[in-house]
């Protein structure tokens, strides 16, 4: 049997997340299906990170097992059968123990948001029309790096062991259009990036302190983070792995 890893990029409007689910479409469901379709056999694929309904990358990662020939040859075949929403990037076979979660060492999001209405952004960065003060939000992230139990930025009903997550880069930028805030870490906690972005945008707008939201990171807590930030503005940008995976 011959492991391969699959790179994938996605809009994830309409799809009910990443992760397969009963009676639900998901971007693994349409990816399996394209599979099945083309190698006439069913396949399992396991997932590297796993985004929620709604929200998009520009790269992610399955793997899977098989005893057929893959390669990049049937890439254009499998983009054939995926809606235009998928696109399989990439094929590369990897060694029988790489993990395409368990490797990964590192990942990167990037949530967008944008003040003046544009048709150009409309669902693909959130609209947020309201006067922000970009060195407060910097400030904000920057506190962030001084943290690393972020308990408080996990949603409830979660299954981790831990809240502990070693975060290497958290900044916002001004790109165009849009303002946007980029963080990467070696793991992510459930709704954490969006926690983060909603939080951090009350400080932008003087609706909590600093120091409040030094607090909110240290309580705990997680009913005091603004999670409502829509899942349309976040992007997995990179998913990382040691060079001994490819």
Same mark, same amino acid.
């Given at each position: 049997m011959q492991r391969y890893f699959i790179e994938v990029a996605y809009n994830g409007i309409g799809y009910a997340g990443f992760q397969i689910q009963q009676n639900a479409v998901t971007i693994q469901s349409e990816v399996e299906h394209a599979l099945s379709v083309l190698f006439k056999?069913?396949? %399992?694929?396991?997932?590297?990170?796993?985004? !929620?309904?709604?929200?998009?990358? +520009?790269?992610?990662?399955?793997?899977?097992?098989?005893?057929?020939?893959?390669?990049?040859?049937?890439?254009?075949?499998?983009? *054939?059968? +995926?809606?235009? &929403?998928?696109?399989?990037?990439? %094929?590369?076979?990897?060694? &029988?123990? &790489?993990h395409c979660r368990y !490797? &990964?060492?590192?990942?990167e999001y990037a949530y967008h948001i944008y003040n003046h209405k544009s048709p150009f952004l409309?669902?693909?960065?959130?609209?947020?029309?309201?006067?922000?003060?970009? !060195?407060? +939000?910097?400030? =904000? =992230? *920057?506190?962030?790096t001084d943290y690393t139990d972020f308990t408080s930025f996990s949603k409830r009903n979660t299954q981790v062991k831990n809240f502990i997550c070693r975060i290497t880069e958290s900044r916002w930028s001004q790109e165009s259009e849009s303002v946007v805030y980029h963080v990467t870490a070696n793991r992510f906690l459930r709704g954490m990036?969006?926690?983060?972005?909603?939080?951090?945008?009350?400080?932008?707008?003087?609706k909590i302190s600093l !120091?409040?939201?030094?607090n909110i990171l240290a309580s705990k807590d997680c009913s005091q983070v603004n999670f409502a930030v829509p899942g349309h503005g976040l992007y997995l940008v990179n998913v990382n792995y040691p060079p001994r995976i490819f």
């Open positions: 056999r069913q396949f %399992i694929l396991t997932g590297s990170s796993r985004t !929620d309904a709604g929200v998009n990358a +520009l790269q992610n990662y399955f793997h899977f097992d098989t005893d057929q020939s893959v390669s990049e040859r049937n890439i254009y075949n499998l983009n *054939a059968i +995926l809606p235009p &929403a998928i696109v399989i990037k990439n %094929i590369i076979k990897v060694p &029988a123990e &790489a !490797d &990964a060492i590192s990942r409309f669902n693909r960065a959130y609209f947020f029309p309201y006067t922000i003060d970009f !060195d407060l +939000l910097q400030q =904000a =992230a *920057a506190v962030i990036v969006r926690g983060l972005s909603g939080t951090m945008l009350q400080v932008g707008r003087g !120091d409040d939201f030094r």
